[in-house]
């Protein structure tokens, strides 16, 4: 699903995990586990990860920075309520500048969780010119379909 103002874009993909609310959690929660099943992990094989502030929740923030696909940026969390929902602040330094909210939803099912991957921010001038044919949507969607399909796979292997 894709929702796309004139200033502003949202991106969201959703999947059901046959897990533990914890395990999917801690996936999200602690960066050094995104290694295992985010979607940009495979970009750069030599890339630089630093990670600072808290090892998880709060205050935890990961940095990157790899060649022309993989780029740099930080994350950090703004926003951590157990087994619910993590909250990141994204900033993207390369290949363009751009700030953005990436939120995660660990919604309760009678045969597990849904997880809801979503990520809204302002569209950069690129994006407001050439936007008819460049969405974020169409951009970032089948990442984070891949992203989703690797955590319920992770988390259904713990």
Known sequence: MSSE???RFL???AVSVTAEPASVFTLIDDFRHWIRWSPWEGLDPGMQR?????DSGVGASYA???NKKAGSGSMTITESIPNE???LDLEFVKPFKSRN???FLLTPREDGLQVTWQMTGPKNL???IFGFAFS???LIGKDFDSGLAQLKATAEKS
């Open 11 to 13: 991106v969201e993909r």
């Open 50 to 54: 630093t990670y600072s502030g808290a």
């Open 64 to 66: 990157w920075s790899g």
């Open 126 to 128: 690129f994006f407001r």
């Open 101 to 103: 909210v990436t939120t």
């Open 85 to 87: 929902r993590v909250v």
């Open 136 to 138: 974020m949507d169409k």
């Open 5 to 7: 103002g004139p200033a």
